[in-house]
């Protein structure tokens, strides 16, 4: 079987596993162990060893964690915690777009930005995403190791390029991403449960690398939002029809089966991988809630269009953030290389 067909199905089945193995077990956040399968397969390596998986747990706990020490700061001196969570936001853009340490930036972003958010409502609640996090990487770690002789990868798989950004490109993506971030996650202070999943879009879109880039990626975010939404909701129709584990299974296997052939070039597109990836993203992190909405007698379609309106929102917003604040940095850049010669000349 050729290599791109094995990562699609390897995926799939992973994705599919693990959106099971998270209602059997009966997460909390039972979005959190496929939407790790997808992040962690949708990435051309084999499985970790279990030597690494220990690591990746305790990287976790140690990076969220420092979420549940902004509580007490926010509950009693919330500008020191405003002052320390931005902090936290630039130091973690700084680990992705400056030193390539990706999964520790994401992990330290989602400790002060989602966990301290959650723990405004309830501490019990920011112990649980924490919680959460921890068990969906196990989750989707272990589901790679069962479908992983299945669809084996190769022995070394070709990585992306290191990123070239210079100290100052770094800087300034971290502080960038910093301003974009900080008035969704105060805004988020005010209905936390509401609004943690909205964050993850704001985040996202906050660490991108370039003008171009950002600009891009903001149509590629709004555009993936969407998909996702549709998928969830032809998801979640389709599951109303016969609802139990097996048709779970079975949807979440032709999900990945299409978002995976998008995503690794099976089937044709004109989005890249990114855009697929954040789409299946989009599609658990909207429909896991629907479940638990059902299962509490809410209205499922008026709480999804609610959520789906902010997701929506929250993107549009950090993309307009983003694309001001690269004009204003152009602008700026443009000037002081227009006075540069008239400064050299008076000092000739």
Same mark, same amino acid.
């Given at each position: 079987?050729?290599?791109?067909?094995?990562?699609?199905?390897?995926?799939?089945?992973?994705?599919?596993?693990?959106?099971?193995?998270?209602?059997?077990?009966?997460?909390?956040?039972?979005?959190?162990?496929?939407?790790?399968?997808?992040?962690?397969?949708?990435?051309?390596?084999?499985?970790?060893?279990?030597?690494?998986?220990?690591?990746?747990?305790?990287?976790?706990?140690?990076?969220?964690?420092?979420?549940?020490?902004?509580?007490?700061?926010?509950?009693? /001196?919330?500008?020191?915690?405003?002052?320390?969570? @931005?902090?936290?936001?630039?130091?973690?853009? /700084?680990?992705?777009? @400056?030193?390539?340490?990706?999964?520790?930036?994401?992990?330290?972003?989602?400790?002060?930005?989602?966990?301290?958010?959650?723990?405004?409502?309830?501490?019990?609640?920011?112990?649980?995403?924490?919680?959460?996090?921890?068990?969906?990487?196990?989750?989707?770690?272990?589901?790679?190791?069962?479908?992983?002789?299945?669809?084996?990868?190769?022995?070394?798989?070709?990585?992306?390029?290191?990123?070239?950004?210079?100290?100052?490109?770094?800087?300034?993506?971290?502080?960038?991403?910093?301003?974009?971030?900080?008035?969704?996650?105060?805004?988020?202070?005010?209905?936390?449960?509401?609004?943690?999943?909205?964050?993850?879009?704001?985040?996202?879109?906050?660490?991108?690398?370039?003008?171009?880039?950002?600009?891009?990626?903001?149509?590629?975010?709004?555009?993936?939002?969407?998909?996702? @939404?549709?998928?969830?909701?032809?998801?979640?129709?389709?599951?109303?029809?016969?609802?139990?584990?097996?048709?779970?299974?079975?949807?979440?296997?032709?999900?990945?089966?299409?978002?995976?052939?998008?995503?690794?070039?099976?089937?044709?597109?004109?989005?890249?991988?990114?855009?697929?990836?954040?789409?299946?993203?989009?599609?658990?992190?909207?429909?896991?809630?629907?479940?638990?909405?059902?299962?509490? @007698?809410?209205?499922?379609?008026?709480?999804?269009?609610?959520?789906?309106?902010?997701?929506?929102?929250?993107?549009? /917003?950090?993309?307009?953030?983003?694309?001001?604040?690269?004009?204003?940095?152009?602008?700026?850049?443009?000037?002081?290389?227009?006075?540069?010669?008239?400064?050299?000349?008076?000092?000739?």
């Amino acid at each position: 079987m050729p290599l791109p067909a094995r990562r699609v199905f390897r995926l799939a089945l992973v994705m599919a596993l693990s959106a099971v193995a998270a209602f059997v077990l009966g997460l909390k956040f039972s979005f959190m162990p496929p939407v790790m399968a997808v992040l962690l397969t949708a990435l051309p390596l084999p499985p970790p060893r279990p030597k690494a998986v220990l690591v990746l747990m305790v990287v976790i706990v140690l990076t969220t964690g420092v979420g549940l020490l902004m509580i007490p700061l926010l509950l009693h /001196y919330p500008l020191t915690a405003v002052l320390l969570v @931005g902090l936290g936001v630039y130091v973690s853009a /700084y680990l992705m777009v @400056g030193l390539r340490q990706d999964a520790l930036g994401i992990f330290l972003a989602t400790g002060f930005v989602l966990v301290s958010v959650m723990g405004v409502a309830s501490e019990a609640l920011a112990r649980a995403m924490i919680e959460g996090m921890a068990t969906g990487a196990a989750v989707a770690v272990f589901c790679q190791w069962l479908v992983a002789p299945l669809f084996p990868e190769e022995p070394t798989p070709s990585l992306p390029s290191p990123s070239q950004n210079g100290t100052g490109q770094a800087d300034w993506i971290a502080l960038r991403g910093t301003l974009v971030v900080l008035p969704v996650w105060l805004a988020a202070l005010h209905a936390p449960f509401t609004w943690a999943a909205a964050l993850t879009k704001a985040l996202t879109i906050g660490q991108q690398r370039s003008y171009d880039g950002a600009r891009l990626a903001g149509l590629e975010l709004v555009g993936s939002t969407f998909t996702g @939404g549709l998928l969830a909701v032809v998801f979640w129709l389709l599951l109303g029809i016969l609802p139990n584990l097996w048709i779970l299974f079975l949807l979440a296997l032709l999900a990945g089966l299409y978002g995976g052939g998008k995503l690794f070039g099976v089937l044709p597109s004109r989005f890249p991988a990114t855009f697929w990836s954040n789409s299946l993203v989009t599609m658990w992190i909207l429909l896991a809630p629907a479940v638990s909405d059902s299962e509490v @007698g809410k209205d499922v379609y008026q709480a999804f269009f609610q959520r789906f309106m902010l997701f929506l929102g929250v993107t549009l /917003y950090a993309w307009a953030a983003l694309v001001l604040l690269e004009s204003w940095r152009a602008r700026y850049n443009g000037s002081r290389r227009r006075k540069a010669p008239d400064t050299h000349a008076a000092i000739v």
